[in-house]
Nanobody, 119 residues
Framework: QVQLVESGGGLVQPGGSMRLSCAAS????????MSWYRQAPGKERELVATITSAGDSTNYADSVKGRFTISRDNAKNTVYLQINSPKPEDTAVYYC????????????WGQGTQVTVSS
């Protein structure tokens, strides 16, 4: 049974920092590309950042470039999202996503963790 468990969310002040973690189990973690998505109230879920299975390439939404950093530790089956200089518009539920594509697509989601940016 695949599980993705996010942690590290909460309240953060604008200009502060926070690190989200997503611990994976029940899958061969090193084969999966990992992503963070977010969904704000009344808005669609959006892709924030992606890292390849080997961790050798990353991509970011324009709105978070230069402020967020995605990383992974394949030995710990964990992916991270470092949030620096958060803005109120970063307030959302953040979801961890694991995706593997060959002749089929395997995709899994975490339950989400709330991040609130407010002074």
């Amino acid at each position: 049974q695949v599980q993705l468990v996010e942690s590290g969310g909460g309240l953060v002040q604008p200009g502060g920092s926070m690190r989200l973690s997503c611990a994976a189990s029940g899958l061969t973690f090193s084969r999966y590309a990992m992503s963070w998505y977010r969904q704000a109230p009344g808005k669609e879920r959006e892709l924030v950042a992606t890292i390849t299975s080997a961790g050798d390439s990353t991509n970011y939404a324009d709105s978070v470039k230069g402020r967020f950093t995605i990383s992974r530790d394949n030995a710990k089956n964990t992916v991270y999202l470092q949030i620096n200089s958060p803005k109120p518009e970063d307030t959302a539920v953040y979801y961890c996503n694991a995706k593997y594509v060959d002749w089929r697509t395997l995709e899994y989601w975490g339950q989400g963790t709330q991040v609130t940016v407010s002074s």
